[in-house]
């Protein structure tokens, strides 16, 4: 199995600390930083989670990705984000990066997924332009969905996004949307897939897993229902740790 995986990319990077204390100057929490951990983010999360079920993937992003960060502070104790600090969030991509999208041979791959954040990256009409040139492609967007995005196969997006964009979409565009619901697990032509009740430490890139799995299992199987079971499950194991995870490998055995 042979998967690319297209759109932005970036450093993810948590900061945990304590706060025992209020700066004297304002009435904010000093933050006292104690351990850092960093991963490649976004698009690369998508590729990383691949490679833990076994994929051969490869990725198309921003060659500046690890210009690009987004810093969480968080409470050690409480795991409560006290802020996010992105920089460079405006620069994602050059124009040679663009270039390398017209010419891939999309043939070579058994499924795409474009994993966009709408920053610039990649346009509606690049979209287009992949969507015309393979028959499984697997959107995840941020974008306003519209009739621009008919011809993907599956389009995933969470619940927000979907409040935020239906008055947009079309009956052949609504037949392809597969919506996360957190806590509540996904759904599909109006069918509900539960997840289990877990504690979850941080939904951070939980989407990224969900999309993989999803990828993986539907490209294996070729159900859509499996694959999305398939999918939950690896979305409640990510979320139930700190920061931005990926799948172990028992996983994907």
């Known amino acids: 199995m042979k998967i690319l995986v297209v759109g932005e990319g970036c450093r993810d990077i948590f900061n945990y600390g304590v706060c025992n204390r209020l700066c004297p100057e304002a009435p904010v929490p000093v933050f006292n930083s104690i351990t850092t951990t ?3 983010g976004m698009a690369i999360n998508v590729q990383q989670n691949l490679l833990k079920l076994g994929v051969d993937v490869e990725l198309l992003t921003n060659t500046n990705w690890k210009d690009i960060t987004k810093t969480r502070f968080i409470d050690q104790r409480a795991n409560h984000m006290f802020m996010r600090l992105d920089c460079n969030d405006n620069k994602y991509g050059k124009k ?3 270039i390398k999208i017209r010419n891939i041979n999309y043939d070579r791959y058994d499924a795409i997924i474009i994993s966009d954040y709408d ?3 990649l346009s509606e009409e690049d979209i ?3 969507a015309a040139n393979h028959k499984l492609v697997f959107l995840d967007t941020k974008k306003i969905l519209g ?3 008919r011809d993907v196969k599956y389009i ?5 996004e979907y409040e935020r964009t239906k008055h947009k ?3 052949k565009v609504k037949k392809k949307l597969i919506i996360t619901l957190g806590p509540e697990g996904a759904k599909y032509n109006n069918i509900i897939y539960p997840v289990p009740q877990v504690e979850i430490k941080d939904a951070s890139g939980a989407g990224d897993t969900f999309v993989a799995a999803l990828t993986v299992k539907y490209v294996a199987t070729k159900d859509v229902g499996e694959s999305i079971i398939f999918a939950n499950e690896c979305a409640t194991q ?3 740790k700190r920061g931005v995870n990926t799948l172990e490998k028992e996983t994907a055995k």
């Open 156 to 160: 995933k997006i969470n619940n927000y």
């Open 238 to 240: 990510v979320v139930q």
């Open 119 to 121: 920053k610039g990256f």
């Open 169 to 171: 979409i079309g009956t």
């Open 147 to 149: 009739d621009w995005c």
């Open 96 to 98: 040679n990066d663009k």
């Open 128 to 130: 287009i332009f992949i």
């Open 38 to 40: 960093e991963n490649g």
